[in-house]
């Protein structure tokens, strides 16, 4: 059974258009990391949440946002898709206790910004 | 920010062969982690070792870890078509950092 559930898979939207991605975990586990991944190039951490605790990466963009409701759930919210916005966005989520352990990653999100 | 490279970045060979991927770092590291992705899907954990590790084995897959040279290498042996991926290292950036750093990851083909 899958733990680490983004939805959607695939996701086409306008320049301009508000997107917002969505992931969701039954692990229960503290950490969730979102990453973006462009095409044939390494995994880019967006924002991290270690338990609330958010953390923004210095050089992510200004119109991504992120939000963790609840322990479960955690969101990515692209205010201005533009089209160098076009990516696979990874969640991932961990079991933090001092030691880092495996990292679990959803299906991704396949984004297109047309 | 820390970062892993992952040499060579196309690996093609022959089913049954060995594949070997390299990971260099650049500052010390608390664990490295090997990740693989297949084609447009999400990364699978294979292997975490930690500083303090020189080696690990999971079923096919050797890890070893050099820390003086800032270096590790996956081994895949008696490859299979089905291990057909994208293999990515991962780091931290040492003493309190527990973020995972992605490098471009290696392409390996296996060949029926």
């Known amino acids: 059974d899958a733990m680490v559930i983004q939805n959607p898979r695939y996701q086409v939207t306008q320049f301009g258009k508000p997107v917002t991605l969505s992931c969701s975990q039954t692990l229960n586990h503290n950490v969730m990391y979102w990453y973006q991944q462009k095409s044939s190039q390494a995994p880019k951490l967006l924002f991290h949440y270690y338990d609330k605790d958010f953390n923004n990466e210095a050089d992510t963009p200004d119109n991504f946002q992120s939000r963790r409701p609840n322990t479960s759930f955690c969101f990515l919210d692209i205010r201005s898709p533009g089209l160098g916005d076009t990516a696979m966005y990874l969640c991932?989520?961990?079991?933090?206790?001092?030691?880092?352990?495996?990292?679990?990653f959803g299906q991704g999100t396949r984004l297109t910004v047309v | 920010s820390q970062q892993g490279e992952e040499d060579p970045q196309a690996l093609s060979i022959q089913e049954g062969e060995n594949a070997t991927m390299n990971c260099s770092y650049k500052?010390?590291?608390?664990?490295l982690q090997w990740y693989r992705q297949n084609s447009g899907r999400g990364l699978v954990h294979l292997i975490l070792?930690?500083?303090?590790?020189r080696e690990k084995h999971s079923g096919r897959l050797r890890v070893t870890l050099d820390t003086s040279k800032k270096s590790s290498s996956l081994l895949i042996t008696a490859s299979r078509a089905a291990d057909t991926a994208s293999y990515f290292c991962a780091t931290d950036a040492g003493g309190g950092s527990y973020i995972p750093t992605f490098g471009r990851g290696t392409s390996l083909i296996v060949h029926p």
């Open positions: 500052t010390s590291i608390n664990n």
């Open positions: 991932a989520t961990e079991k933090f206790k001092g030691m880092n352990t495996e990292a679990f």
């Open positions: 070792i930690r500083s303090n590790e």
